[in-house]
């Protein structure tokens, strides 16, 4: 079955990166699939100015999201507490939320990929700036920090790879990759699956995070679980052709 914009449910969205578009980061990287958008830009590791990001023992990490008017601005998303949907247009609260949901899961995620004894008392923040918004987003914000993360240099303990996607109770067996915002509203079961390895060579991925809403099978979650790792493994494969590109050049 064909979906809205002629790709078949296991088919990812035109996929673009390019690394180190930001000059005064000390890393960043632009990110989409479809018309979904990502920039990332990195500062430091670096003295803080306040002293309650200081922590002498170990790194601070901090993630900024900016989500301005970017084209999903009516979108739906789920209110974890209540398992009821909301529109995120309603009042800038919800909003607010949303962006906050998104801040907490990408510092989570970001603080396993670096050795925070190594830089104690210093201070790393993460700008995420959302060009557009035409779902997947949290996967492409995840992408693009690695990627960011991959253009510092800094030493890196665990690589990261994530996806979204999800399917309809009428149809289990097909797993629909690279959700687009249309789809997020209609389709049954959605989920966004993040992937890690202890090194960048490494042919052994494991599922490290996950994030999902609705109803699904445990058999069809084993089998969206695996699809998830397969298309994350190609993801890889593009991140590194990705950072050859740039150091080629």
């Given amino acids: 079955m064909l979906r809205e914009n002629n790709r078949v449910p296991n088919q990812l969205r035109p996929t673009e990166a390019l690394v180190g578009v930001v000059c005064e980061a000390n ?23 306040y002293s309650r990001h200081e922590d002498c023992a170990k790194l601070t990490l901090e993630v900024d999201l900016v989500t301005t008017n970017y084209g999903k601005v009516d979108a739906i998303f789920i209110n974890s507490d ?19 949901y998104i801040e907490n899961i990408l ?12 830089h104690p008392g210093m201070l790393m923040l993460f700008k995420v700036m ?11 914000a995840v992408n693009s920090c690695y990627l960011a993360l991959l ?21 289990e067996s097909s797993v629909y990759l690279d959700l687009t915002a249309l789809e997020e509203e209609s389709i049954d079961y959605k989920g966004t699956y993040i992937f890690g390895e202890s ?7 494991k599922l490290i995070h996950s994030c999902g809403s609705g109803a699904v099978t445990a058999s069809n979650l084993e089998h969206i679980t695996r699809n998830a790792m397969e298309t994350c493994f190609t993801i890889k494969q593009f991140f590194k052709l990705t950072i050859q590109s ?4």
């Avoid at 510092?107 to 190594?118: F, G, M, P, Q, V």
């Avoid at 959302?130 to 492409?140: E, F, N, Y």
């Fill in 27 to 49: 890393g960043s990287a632009q990110y989409s699939q479809g018309n979904t958008a990502v920039v990332s830009s990195i500062y430091g590791p670096s003295k803080p100015r």
């Fill in 82 to 100: 209540r398992g009821e949907k909301v529109s995120m247009a309603a009042t800038m609260t919800n909003k607010k939320r949303y962006e906050k």
């Fill in 107 to 118: 510092k989570e995620i970001l603080l396993n990929c670096l050795s925070l004894a190594n």
């Fill in 130 to 140: 959302v060009l557009r918004d035409d779902g997947s987003l949290l996967a492409c």
């Fill in 151 to 171: 253009n510092t240099g800094l030493p890196i303990k665990n690589a990261i790879y994530a996806i979204n996607l999800g399917t309809y109770n009428s149809n």
């Fill in 199 to 205: 090194t960048v060579d490494s042919q052994e991925l």
């Fill in 246 to 249: 740039y150091l080629d050049k």
